[in-house]
């Protein structure tokens, strides 16, 4: 008898197979983001837009912040949270009897918090850069599946954001 083995066909076969696996293993899994955060967090970073931004403006006697949420990510110890930032300072017109809008800002930003001791913490507060970089550094930072909610038009807390602005002026 003469019989062949298959020696070209199998190697072949095992290196095509490993070229696979070595590319499934050098790409990153896609993410899944979450879609809501409870309560307890929502109200936490309100609070942490509000600490963030006090004192970098002029200085309304009435400060607010709010976070509008685009998406979470849940770590190993702690959650990044993406979404807008939306902080304004107010004084009190007593003649008009209205509040008067003094300053504000409004940003994407990524806050990474964890839970400590029944609460939050922040780890960290990001806020990309102004001007020519702005744009490379929301495409560094955000997922892509969340760049176009970034890029686009205000969302509807922005809206009520503004409205309550205009209504001060």
Do not use: M
């Not at 095509?16 to 970073?45: H, M, W």
């Amino acid at each position: 008898l003469h019989y062949k083995r298959p020696a070209f066909w199998v190697i072949a076969v095992c290196v095509l197979g490993s070229a696979v696996l070595a590319v499934c293993f050098l790409t990153n899994p896609k993410t899944k983001l979450d879609t809501q955060i409870d309560t307890r967090l929502s109200e936490y970073l309100n609070a942490c837009v509000t600490e963030h931004n006090n004192g970098k403006f002029a200085g309304g006697a009435y400060k607010y912040g709010s976070f509008d949420f685009l998406g979470a990510e849940k770590k190993q110890d702690s959650t990044v949270v993406y979404g807008f930032a939306f902080y304004s300072e107010y004084d009190y017109d007593f003649d008009k009897k209205t509040p008067v809008l003094t300053s504000g800002a409004e940003n994407p930003v990524v806050i990474t918090v964890k839970e400590e001791n029944g609460g939050f913490a922040t780890v960290s507060y990001w806020e990309p850069q102004e001007g020519e970089n702005y744009t490379k550094d929301i495409r560094s930072k955000f997922p892509k599946s969340l760049q176009d909610a970034v890029f686009s038009e205000p969302s509807e807390k922005s809206e009520k954001n503004r409205e309550l602005s205009d209504k001060s002026a």
